[in-house]
């Protein structure tokens, strides 16, 4: 009904800045209201963690380690989610995935994509 697609992930040295992109997509999109998106990451061994979220009209929520360093946007007409990461280092290496909340007029519903690989070296 709903897939996520995240993109952009990839190796990068400290330092570095990587843009990541997620896209909602699927036959019933156009039905849904996608009222929060956002960004989890996990690393090796360890629970998945917030990352941000944001709402439809913008308002936005870090945590509290990485406001600052990372920035979260969305383009609503493209159902499209972004974080853009500048001075990354190693502690940020994890999986990072998309998630979504949506409301379809009766109830709603979470969903998240496969998530994409961050790799940063010193």
């Known amino acids: 009904q709903v897939r996520l697609a995240e993109s952009g992930g990839g190796s990068m040295q400290a330092g570095g800045s990587l843009r990541l992109s997620c896209a909602a997509s699927?036959?019933?999109?156009?039905?849904?209201?996608?009222?929060?998106m956002g960004w989890y990451r996990q690393a090796p061994g360890k629970e998945r963690d917030l990352v941000a979220t944001?709402?439809?009209?913008?308002?936005?929520i870090y945590a509290d380690s990485l406001q600052g360093r990372f920035t979260i946007s969305r383009d609503n007409a493209k159902n499209t989610v972004y974080l853009q990461m500048n001075d990354l280092n190693p502690e940020d290496t994890a999986v990072y995935y998309c998630?979504?909340?949506?409301?379809?007029?009766?109830?709603?519903?979470?969903?998240w994509g496969q998530g994409t690989q961050v790799t940063v070296s010193s």
């Open positions: 944001i709402t439809r009209s913008g308002t936005t």
């Open positions: 699927g036959s019933m999109i156009r039905k849904l209201t996608i009222n929060i």
């Open positions: 998630t979504a909340h949506a409301f379809d007029g009766e109830t709603g519903g979470d969903y």
